[in-house]
């Protein structure tokens, strides 16, 4: 396959690309965060209500994960185009970015998120780990008592809220007449 057979085409997804959140960011940018924003709401509304309880700390750790991937990544988006942006599109991302859940994320030890990831806690956190706390005591060891309880219960909530206002942006710049 050549280039010009990917590139000489007319991809209807470059015509949504163009009028999706904010018109300066590049098309690749805005794929991205389309893709940012299917994955939160795979996880908001797909998976929002697992019946099994065998599940929920695998859920939790998909919204965790993701979250923390996608807020770092607006992060850096932030910082690479954040001056260049409209005020309306600057304030999407500091409605994202300063909301205290995701300080929380962003700020939390990276052993945290490399023990969802790698299921290897940190050796130090070994003796404050348990079968019978919830998240294995994952969330005492790395986090403050109050932060603990904040992140295992508004983990969900920040996950929808986050995916409601990318999703809302998505389509900020897109004409009625589509």
């Known amino acids: 396959m050549a280039e010009p057979d990917l590139t000489a085409n007319n991809v209807r997804a470059k015509k949504h690309y163009r009028g999706g959140f904010a018109p300066s960011l590049p098309e690749e940018v805005k794929a991205s965060l389309t893709a940012m924003t299917c994955a939160l ?11 099994e309880q065998s599940s929920a700390v695998s859920l939790w750790k998909l919204r965790y994960i993701t979250l923390h991937h996608v807020l770092s990544s607006l992060s850096k988006l932030n910082e690479q185009y954040g001056a260049s942006l409209r005020l309306p599109d600057r304030s999407v991302l500091n409605e994202i970015l300063d909301a205290p859940m995701t300080g929380l994320i962003l700020k939390a030890h990276g052993g945290f998120r490399n023990t969802l990831v790698h299921y290897v806690p940190l050796r130090n956190v070994h003796e404050q780990l348990s079968l019978h706390q919830p998240l294995y005591g994952l969330l005492d060891a790395y986090f403050s008592e109050a932060d603990a309880r904040l992140l295992h219960e508004g983990l969900a909530s920040h996950t929808g ?3 409601g206002i990318l999703d809302a942006w998505s389509g900020s710049h897109i004409s009625s007449t589509v």
């Open 41 to 51: 709401n795979t996880l908001d509304i797909l998976l929002a209500e697992e019946p």
């Open 161 to 163: 809220r986050v995916a």
